[in-house]
T-cell receptor, first 115, second 113 residues
Framework: DTGVSQNPRHKITKRGQNVTFRCDPI?????LYWYRQTLGQGPEFLTY????????KSRLLSDRFSAERPKGSFSTLEIQRTEQGDSAMYLC?????????????FGPGTRLTVL | GNSVTQMEGPVTLSEEAFLTINCTYT??????LFWYVQYPGEGLQLLLK?????DKGSNKGFEATYRKETTSFHLEKGSVQVSDSAVYFC????????????FGTGTQLKVEL
């Protein structure tokens, strides 16, 4: 297993367009997290899944954002009607509940630029 | 709340100098504490962690001790190398489960020869 992967690595879009990002977690990791990181800031929590269930969403996640993890493996994050303020790095992380280990493994991120 | 405050950068040091990056957290609940590192062009990597008061996390010569009395988790290294140049993030788990993380703003470290 090569770790958490995210696609695409970069996305440039025009304001008002929809975009979708994909995250493939480490195999058999039952928790999957999405974070957003803007320039000069630390990552901010957006939402997380345990298996296929979305257990929590941050207030940062407006109704233009939707995330899914239909089979408890990969996840997608969709942003509808993008705005310039959505420009950021979107990070995915996964973790295993086994053994009480709470370490999250991060992917390389998808950098979104909204023009 | 669930916030983390860390010293602003950039921090510029000469090779073999002593490093301290300060981090304090809000005393809500019983969080686990972490230091993550982001090397240029790479994703976040866990550097070290501590899950309860007085625990010391250590890795690659870096250390941090979970200090409940001062709500601190300062990162230290006795002798930095050029290869340690990166952005360092302090983080804590949110209160309320799920092990969600809240991060500080990051501290950029530059180590020069």
């Amino acid at each position: 297993d090569t770790g958490v992967s995210q696609n695409p690595r970069h996305k440039i879009t025009k304001r008002g367009q929809n975009v979708t990002f994909r995250c493939d977690p480490i195999s058999e990791h039952n928790r999957l997290y999405w974070y957003r990181q803007t320039l000069g800031q630390g990552p901010e929590f957006l939402t997380y899944f345990q298996n296929e269930a979305q257990l929590e969403k941050s207030r940062l996640l407006s109704d233009r954002f939707s995330a899914e993890r239909p089979k408890g493996s990969f996840s997608t994050l969709e942003i509808q009607r993008t705005e310039q303020g959505d420009s950021a790095m979107y990070l995915c992380a996964s973790s295993s509940l086994a053994g009480g280990n709470n370490e999250q493994f991060f992917g390389p991120g998808t950098r979104l630029t909204v023009l | 709340g669930n916030s983390v405050t860390q010293m602003e950068g950039p921090v510029t040091l000469s090779e073999e100098a002593f490093l301290t990056i300060n981090c304090t957290y809000t005393a809500t609940g019983y969080p686990s504490l972490f230091w993550y590192v982001q090397y240029p062009g790479e994703g976040l990597q866990l550097l070290l962690k501590a899950t309860k008061a007085d625990d010391k996390g250590s890795n690659k010569g870096f250390e941090a001790t979970y200090r409940k009395e001062t709500t601190s988790f300062h990162l230290e290294k006795g002798s930095v190398q050029v290869s340690d140049s990166a952005v360092y993030f302090c983080a804590r788990t949110f209160t309320g489960g799920g092990n969600k993380l809240t991060f500080g703003t990051g501290t950029q470290l530059k180590v020069e020869l």
